[in-house]
């Protein structure tokens, strides 16, 4: 396992008031603290050359477990190790194993063109000449970096600094790398075109990626597995194929009917909506036919309209959220 | 006018909120003032004249105006912020004197550093030193007259100033060189009679002395009467002047706004 | 030579981006060094009357002040990023520095430079220092530029441990800043008149609290010789370098174990 996480908790500690210098004094003198978990005792582990997706709304624990796994945190309990290393010891040589990209903070001198930054990377890296090149000639083919590399970075597109950051992240060759949010704000194109190059990058080059996101599409794109958090807990941790299966034979069945009924019966399907005469049901292919749940309804009752929808996988991440998730045992 | 009184109303309590800002201006008054009078007192130390009333007149001077330049102190970006951020655009469509809006705000700042600043920084100061009473009640009276003509020289010279955010990005330079300026030729530091002839005579074509110098002298009674109306008069003069270029810039500014489209 | 070929490349780049707004740099450090000239103006005005003033010529003041303009040059050449901390780690941009395989306040150090100030205090620096060492006759010999240079470099050090202390706070995500201004800056004013002028208890709070006493007073005596030194004890003259270096390893004491703090409670503000 490359990447081991057991038990992972992670409080913060919030003063509790910030205002005013004299508050201040006092409360450094005497600490009051309010404590808030981000991390809740999660574990999981990731193996060499994976590609992971951590998923959750605002505020579920996803940056500040990425934080912890690249050495900016230090987690209040539980253990960390990655590569065979704890991030916190020798955090010198962690840090040249792995790149991190915060979507939201960019790493490019802001004034200065991107290839600036990537000068000063060269250095810090100590990265020899002729991989520097042949790294650089990667990006610009793959990323199309050489359209911007020589415009100051506050003139860039969300997108081209997005890309400019990403390969400045992957310039000194990391065995792993943790993205934060690398796609927020981007606009479709965008977006898509940072996917592919992730997953060409973790297909061609082996290197293990983890990276959290709101956006699911992000996920279905991408990554092989993917891992729900919520409030600090991991709620569900598998393959991206086994949830989309499920969500492949989920479907949503949406009824119009022409009059009143107190009770409605279908076998095979439940009611999980109802808004008049307008009701929600829900069911799987695998247990009932299609053709064979309407000729039931049609037959039954009197219907004016209806319609089967798809579930997709954002939907039942959604359930996953609320708690409910049925579905989610048989999946696991 | 309700509008405005409300503004200054909001501004007055806005400062209250920033306690350290607070503390930090009054401890700069304080070792201001205490860094100037510990140069004179070495100086007349050093000609063994302590006791007599020269001192006693420089002390008074010197404590006098650097309270007041505390107090005359404005915030000097809230033009260049509004410019940089875009606001300038929808607050000149209020239905508001903008100009008015900006002096409400800064007055209400100024009832609050009089308050808070100038009061104490008098009182501790008068328990320390010899602060001389004014010259006369009449001449009192004049003082005061004399400080608002004098505060609105001087907003009216920063306005000026202020509006150069619309043709520079970065009003900084501009604003320290003033500040510089005012700072020597005001007599904010050091009275004119301290000042070579030619300095002086070079002070008297701008509107500087007209700021804190002509005050203070009235205060001191170092104004004879047959002077003390056209001192007035040159203060009143400034305002107009400076006025004037600010409010031709100020329409050349919002002219170029429109032009541009913010 | 790594430590140092990295810091020549952070300063290629800083320069790169000051150079890249020129126009508007040579005004701001004009107007720096207008402002802080000022002072200068003053005192001349102030004292163009007087010869003396409690022993002290004009020059010899003014050879004082040389000092503090110096040091903050060297100071803010060194550690803008020390200064401007707050922001750093407001910005998010100190959590950056922590996934580099490069020394955290080496980073902080080499990251950030505000040639404006230090052009600005420098230059008037150099033209007073110029002006009043050749009014006062003083003999540059070999020891006494190495022991000026040592002066500087323990006078900027000196200052950089104010400034430290005060980011320090920020680890614990307390701001600080205005009452760091408040005691630096006003300390420094006290600063640029002899120590002499003032009462015993402001004397005490530059040597003691906010040592800005051993920044220009007490190595300038090596060089002036005033009579009055005989009222302190003669060591201070040559403490500068002692007072640096202790006082800017306990803070990098302090700092360090900011640092872990900071690691183990995280930027609270996200």
Known sequence: MLIQVEQLVKDYQLNKNQKGFFHAIKNLLMPEYQKKRAVNGISFSISEGEMVGFIGPNGAGKSTT???????????????????????????????????????????????????????????????????????????EMLDLHEFLHQPVRQLSLGQRMRADIAAAMIHEPAILFFDE?????????????????????????????????????????????????????????????????????????????????????????????AGNTKTFQFRTNEVKIPELIAELMSRYEVLDLTVQETDIESIIKQIYEGGAPAYESVS | MRAYLKIAQKSFRNNLVFRAEYFAALLNTIVTILVNLAIWRAIYEEEGGLDNLQFSLIVTYVILALALFQIFTMDEYVIEKKIKSGLITSDLLKPLSFRLHLFSFHFGALLYRIVLLLIPTLLLYSLVYRVLPPFSIEMFLCFLLSVILGYFVMYSLNFIVWLSAFWFYKTFSLVTIKDTAVLVLSGAVIPLWFMPQQLVHFIKLTPFDTIFFIPISIYLGQIPMDQLLFSLLRQVIWITVLGLIGHVLWKLATRRLIVQGG | MYPLRLFLKYFQLTLKVTLQYKFDRVLIAAAVMIREMAGVIILILMLNRFVMIKGWQIDEILFLYSFL???????????????????????????????????????????????????????????????????LGIEWTASGILFYILMLLGGALIQASIFMIASTFCFWTVRTTNLRNMLFFNSRKIAAYPLSFYPGLIQKFLIYVIPFGFVNYFPAQYFLKKPEMNEFWSGFMFLNPVVAAVLFALVCLVWNYGLKHYSSTGNALY
Request: aromatic fraction near 12%; hydrophobic fraction near 40%; charged fraction near 25%.
């Open chain 1, 182 to 274: 690398p796609t927020i704000g981007l606009d479709i194109v965008a977006k898509e075109r940072i996917r592919e190059f992730i997953r060409s990058m973790n297909q061609e080059k082996g290197i293990t990626m983890l990276f959290t996101t709101h956006d699911m599409q992000d996920i279905e794109k991408t990554c092989e597995r993917m891992i729900v958090i919520d409030r600090g807990d991991i709620v569900c941790d598998s393959k991206v194929d086994e949830i989309r299966q499920f969500s492949d034979s989920e479907r949503k069945l949406t009824v119009k009917f022409g009059r009143q009924y107190d009770r409605i019966e279908l076998p095979g399907a439940q009611m999980i909506k109802e």
């Open chain 3, 69 to 135: 303009f110096l040091s903050y040059s060297l100071f803010v050449f060194f550690f803008t990023g020390i200064r401007d901390f707050e922001d750093l780690v407001y910005s998010g941009e100190f959590d950056r520095f922590l996934v580099r395989p490069v020394g955290i306040l080496f980073q902080v150090i080499a990251s950030k430079v505000d040639y404006t100030a230090a052009l600005g205090h420098g230059v008037l620096g150099i033209i007073l220092l110029q002006k009043t060492a050749s009014q």
């Open chain 1, 66 to 140: 990425v934080k912890i796994l690249s050495g900016v945190l230090k987690p209040t309990s539980g253990k960390v190790i990655v590569n065979g290393m704890d991030p916190f010891r020798n955090r010198k040589k962690y840090v040249s194993q792995i790149g991190v990209v915060f979507g939201q903070r960019t790493q490019l001198w802001w004034d200065l063109p991107a290839e600036d930054t990537f000068d000063l990377l060269k250095t810090i890296y100590k990265i020899p000449d002729a991989t520097f090149k042949k790294n650089m000639d990667m990006f610009s």
